[in-house]
């Protein structure tokens, strides 16, 4: 089956750097892709990725390994704003996106 | 603005009602989608439509129903609300099957009692 693992939910502090880690399991691979959804809002693109390395655009980077399956999203600088959480999914062979259940990430201050 | 729209924002439904959900687009998007949020899971796809015309099914398709006569609008038809339908519903859009970017509209937040 297509599986997609986040951790459900992280703390940290303000102006600190926080890395979100996602696994995935899928039926082909079309490009990773990250979302940032604040509570009772929609889903916001943050990042691509389609190719191996580190993807940087501004205070966020996003890393791939196909071979290991992974991802991370990493945020720099945090800010009180960036508290939300955070959907990894992937998009399978037949360009459908397989959604993790998200990590809400709090930031204290 | 250019965006997607949902309507209604929220609603509570009597079960064994029927009720349709608005989806509509301005960006000239070919495809659109519906999806399901429910706590603790990923977002579930119920229909897609790759361009006007055509529709398939997705992941949780049963107890729910799509169109797509024109590429602006996409409702998304429940024949007959049971409780498991109670949810938050978000339509998106994306230029086409397979583009790096989907848009989400504001999500309808629906409860079947």
């Known amino acids: 089956g297509q599986n997609i693992d986040q951790p459900t939910e992280m703390t940290a502090t303000e102006g600190a750097i926080v890395q979100i880690n996602c696994t995935y399991q899928?039926?082909?691979?079309?490009?990773l892709f990250w979302y940032q959804q604040h509570a009772g809002e929609a889903p916001t693109f943050l990042s691509y990725?389609?190719l191996d390395g580190l993807e940087e655009k501004g205070r966020f980077s996003s890393f791939l390994s196909r071979s290991k399956g992974y991802s991370y999203l990493l945020l720099k600088e945090l800010q009180m704003k960036d508290s939300a959480s955070y959907l990894c999914?992937?998009?399978?062979?037949?360009?459908?996106?397989?959604w993790g259940a998200g990590t809400k990430l709090i930031i204290k201050p | 603005i250019a965006g997607i729209t949902q309507a209604p924002t929220s609603q509570i439904l009597a079960a064994g009602r029927r009720m349709t959900l608005r989806c509509t687009q301005d960006?000239?998007?070919?495809?659109m989608y519906w999806y399901r949020q429910d706590l603790g899971l990923g977002l579930r796809l119920i229909h897609y439509?790759?361009?006007?015309?055509?529709?398939g099914k997705g992941e949780v398709p049963d107890g729910y129903s799509v169109s797509r006569a024109n590429t602006d609008d996409f409702p998304l038809t429940l024949a007959s609300a049971v409780p498991s339908q109670t949810s938050v519903y978000f339509c998106?859009?994306?230029?086409?099957?397979?583009?790096?970017?989907?848009?989400f509209g504001q999500g309808t937040r629906l409860t079947v009692v």
């Open positions: 998106a859009s994306s230029e086409g099957q397979g583009s790096t970017e989907a848009f």
């Open positions: 960006m000239r998007h070919n495809a």
């Open positions: 439509s790759n361009t006007a015309g055509t529709t």
């Open positions: 899928t039926s082909g691979f079309n490009g």
């Open positions: 990725n389609v």
């Open positions: 999914a992937v998009m399978d062979s037949n360009y459908q996106l397989i």
